[in-house]
């Protein structure tokens, strides 16, 4: 039944967990609007017939709608859409809630192609590979324009944005191959804008990744390291410790997945958005107790050297009996 | 009946330079209606020209710079050049005054006015395109915008301009309504396209300036960098996007609620009868033009916006739909027990019901959060709007045209060549936009000059739709230009309709009325009482 509809309705293959949850929902609404159309239809063919005119001055009745026919037709509709929208609803806040457990991967969008950066070193360029069964999170950014990563396989759009990051999460539960689009106008070859999702078994991932870690050494510096080496290369660390000391700005150690006190009331959690905004545009949102001092880096930080500052601030995590470093991060939701 | 003393609108003053300075609503009302004409015509040209672009993957036609500005001049030339003003300026001109007994509207030079900046407007934009055209999408994206190399300036400074021309046509709508309602016609007898004009009036005034202002702001952003939407200066990406569809997603009920105002005074024309509902309708058309200003965010669902947030502007755009469902179930009731003339306004019609109840229903399942994820984007968002700009709109538009040339030249047309066209229209729509929502739902993204081969079929598809389309279009342009000189003398009221404008002649004299018309009953009443409710 599932894939009969899904060839009715020309939908892709479902490649992720979501899309075998959503496209219920979709054959749902496409089947009630197809019925209720021809109901429409129906009792409209039939009113033209049965009262087509048939002299120049044929008498109609005056005729007004009842209150109650008026409430029903307001009613029905009205309790359809609400229950799709429940219904909708709550799938798109699963989606939008990535699991805890999750394998990151930074994702860059440039004119016209897709960068993406494993926290354990390794980088591809419109090829990204991802382990079978596992939930991935993306977290995207883009280095000039909008884009927009879309996998039609996965039912699943998110926005690029340059100077912040938004974050996208998938589990696909078969390996496979599956295409990569750009959904956002992006200039000249948007069209061109292409990648692949390339999921392959929980094993042949880790051999994938150790191979790519062996034959090239240089890209193959964890993230974590090569942020440190920015943080060092910026200035970073003469207002921001790695010791839990609080100096000019708040220390790092700890300092992912922490609720901070702003000033002026409120707190945010320390999550890559937070970190990333506060890279970009530091006076948005002041830490408590510390001065408006520090200067924006959009431009003179890359994608992929903020995403490497992020990876460091979230390895600099006080000592805890079964955490380790940043390869696989440990991080809480974020509940948005 | 009309005494031949009064000379027509037509014939009173023949020179150009009469027409140049008239103050007459009416004139106004035609002078709109062959501007926006001519640049249906431009844009269905670039339309034709991307559909065959599209024929094929890799290049067909043209390469990805031009079909990137070909698509931009495309939506550019059809929002603000022909959807926004074609209804409201043309026919709302033309008609409202007619309907509600006044001579002329509350401010007849600041009308006048409006033609002249929607022609500047116009012929800036149109210097732009010659300057080689923008390349942007006519929504403008920042940071795209703010940094591509071409044309973008003079285009937006066009539709700056236009958009005052549409602000002072609403201005005046509001004050034609208010002030100038002829004695005894009370705001429950106003007919229905009058109530559908006056809605989108207050569209236009209040979210229009909201596009001036964000406008002017790209602008800025590329003159002198002033870093509103730039990140590298603490500006938003997004900022551009909360502005830009605060303003354009209620335009899409300036372009939609009109014509629901024509379908509603034909559907009454064309069944012999009362409206089934008229409150309901007066209440939907208030509430669509309330509850369109809560909804742009649905366009945002992808954007990284809040997720509470996402949910409450889907919730809001479902209450769009309730308003239009209560609508279509008035349309539907006022054929109930009607005499039915399928003249060709009433095929127009019923091929718009269909199309705005598909194209609404659809726009229920993308205000559904989750769904849109799949859908935002894609060519089904395309077919979308298009079902809905022209399913409903040009569907409305076409109605309009056919219902009132009688009215505006005091010609008939051939009806049944008329017939013909209108069907070939219908077909044609199907055929181009049905295969648009199925490549959406394979996944092809919009603004693709090029795609991946196995979306071709579909494309194929769409490309034979258009050119039956193309087809449609060019016969009724052919007709009309001949009923115009050679048509048969259409009379006061040739359809018998108890539309408040038959009440003049056909074309009806300079100052509407010979006589000052009187409103002892409602619109669109058809039975007297005597008439027995049995048939």
């Known amino acids: 039944m599932n894939e009969l509809l899904r060839r009715l309705f020309f939908l892709p293959e479902q490649g992720s967990t979501f899309a075998v949850k959503v496209d219920h929902l979709h054959y749902v609404l496409l089947l009630t609007t197809l019925a209720v159309g021809a109901g429409i ?84 360029i419109d090829t990204l590979v991802v382990p079978a069964g596992r939930p991935v999170r993306l977290l995207l950014t883009s280095r000039d324009v909008i884009h927009s990563f879309y996998v039609p396989d996965f039912r699943m ?83 921001h410790t790695v010791t839990g000391a609080p100096h000019i700005g708040p220390t790092w150690l700890g300092l992912y997945g922490r609720q901070e006190p702003l000033e002026g009331g409120g707190a945010v959690l320390a999550d890559e958005a937070y970190l990333t905004e506060s890279m970009m545009d530091p006076l948005a949102k002041v830490v408590a107790g510390y001065a408006p001092v520090m200067p924006g880096y959009h431009g003179r930080l890359s994608a992929e050297d903020s995403g490497a500052l992020v990876e460091f601030i979230k390895s600099l995590r006080p000592t805890r009996p079964g955490v380790t470093a940043a390869e696989e991060p440990v991080y809480v939701p974020t509940g948005r | 009946m009309s005494p031949p003393a009064a000379e027509s609108y037509l014939t009173d003053g023949r020179t150009v330079w009469s027409w140049l300075t008239t103050h007459d609503h009416k004139r106004i009302g035609v002078m709109f209606l062959g501007l926006t004409l001519f640049f249906f015509l431009v844009g269905g040209v670039f339309a034709l020209a ?94 795209y915008s703010t940094t591509t190399g071409t044309a973008v300036l003079p285009v937006l400074m066009g539709v700056f301009i236009i958009g005052f021309s549409t602000i002072l046509t609403g201005l005046n709508f509001i004050a034609t309504v208010h002030t100038l309602r002829a004695p005894g016609l009370t705001w429950m007898k106003l007919p229905l396209f009058v109530w559908a004009i006056y809605g989108t009036s207050i569209i236009q005034v209040l979210a229009t300036p909201v596009l001036g202002m964000v406008l002017l702001l790209v602008a800025l952003e590329r003159v002198v960098g002033a870093g509103i939407f730039d990140p590298a200066r603490g500006g ?85 739909a309730i308003f239009t469902a209560i609508k ?154 001949w009923s115009l000189r050679y048509g048969a003398v259409a009379g006061a009221n040739p359809w018998g309709s108890e539309g408040f404008e038959w009440r003049s002649a056909s074309p009806p004299p300079t100052h509407n009325f010979s006589t000052p018309p009187e409103y002892p009953t409602g619109p669109h009443e058809y039975a007297s009482e005597e008439v027995p409710h049995a048939a």
């Open chain 2, 328 to 481: 279509i179930f008035s349309w539907l009731g006022t054929l109930y027990r009607g005499s039915i003339a399928l003249e060709s306004p009433l095929l127009y019609t019923l091929g718009f019901m269909f199309f705005l109840f598909f194209g609404g229903m659809i726009g229920v399942a993308y205000s559904t959060t989750s769904l849109n994820l799949h859908w935002h984007d894609t060519y089904s968002v395309v077919a979308h709007f298009h079902f809905i700009m022209v399913g409903a709109t040009v569907m409305a538009f076409l109605a309009a045209l056919h219902y009132w040339f009688p009215k505006m030249s005091g010609r008939c047309f051939p009806a049944k060549l008329a017939n013909g066209a209108a069907v070939l229209i219908i077909f044609g729509f199907i055929a181009t936009f049905v295969p648009q929502f199925l490549l959406g739902n394979l996944g092809m993204p919009r603004r693709y000059a090029d795609y991946p081969p196995h979306f071709q079929s579909l494309h194929v598809a769409s490309t034979a739709g258009a050119s039956l389309l193309a087809f449609g279009f060019l016969a009724i342009a052919g007709y009309l230009a």
């Open chain 2, 50 to 143: 991307l559909r065959i672009e599209l024929l094929t993957p890799g290049r067909t036609l043209m390469g990805h710079l031009a079909y990137n500005r070909m698509f931009t001049l495309h939506g550019v030339t059809m929002v603000w050049l022909f959807m926004i003003p074609a209804i409201p300026s043309a026919f709302g001109n033309f008609l409202v005054p007619l309907m509600i007994g006044a001579r002329d509207v509350a401010f007849p030079r600041l009308n006048l006015a409006s033609v002249y900046l929607y022609v500047l407007g116009a012929s800036v934009a149109l210097w732009g395109m010659f300057e080689g055209g923008a390349d942007t999408g006519w929504t403008f994206y920042t940071p």
């Open chain 2, 236 to 320: 938003d990406p997004l900022l551009f996007q909360h502005l830009f569809w605060f303003y354009s997603h209620p335009a899409v009920y300036i372009m939609v609620l009109p014509s629901m105002g024509v379908i509603s005074e034909a559907v009454c024309a064309f069944s012999r009868k009362n409206a089934f509902s008229y409150r309901m309708i007066v209440y939907s058309t208030l509430g669509i033009a309330f509850v369109g200003f809560f909804t742009w965010g649905h366009h945002m669902f992808a954007s990284g916006q809040s997720t509470f947030g996402s949910g409450a502007f889907g919730a809001m755009s479902m209450l769009v």
């Open chain 1, 157 to 239: 759009k998110r926005d690029a944005i340059p100077g912040r990051y938004t974050d996208l999460w998938f589990e696909a539960p078969k390996p496979g191959r599956h295409q990569v689009l750009c959904a956002e106008y992006c200039g000249l070859d948007h069209s061109q804008m292409r990648g692949e999702v390339v999921v392959l078994p929980h094993s042949d991932f880790e051999a994938w990744q150790d191979a790519q870690r062996r034959n090239l050494p240089v890209a193959a510096e964890p993230m974590a390291v090569r942020g440190e080496r920015i943080a060092a290369a910026q200035g970073c660390l003469q207002c």
């Open chain 1, 41 to 124: 239809g129906a009792v409209g063919l039939v009113f033209l017939v049965r009262y087509r005119r048939r002299t120049a001055s044929d008498p109609t009745p005056r005729v007004l709608a009842p209150t109650w026919l008026e409430a029903l037709f307001i009613g029905v509709p009205l309790s359809l859409f609400l229950l799709w929208f429940v219904l909708g609803f709550k799938q798109f806040v699963w989606v939008m809630s990535p699991p805890q457990d999750a394998l990151d991967v930074y994702v860059t969008g440039k004119q016209w192609m897709w960068k993406f950066t494993y926290p354990g070193g390794p980088s591809a």
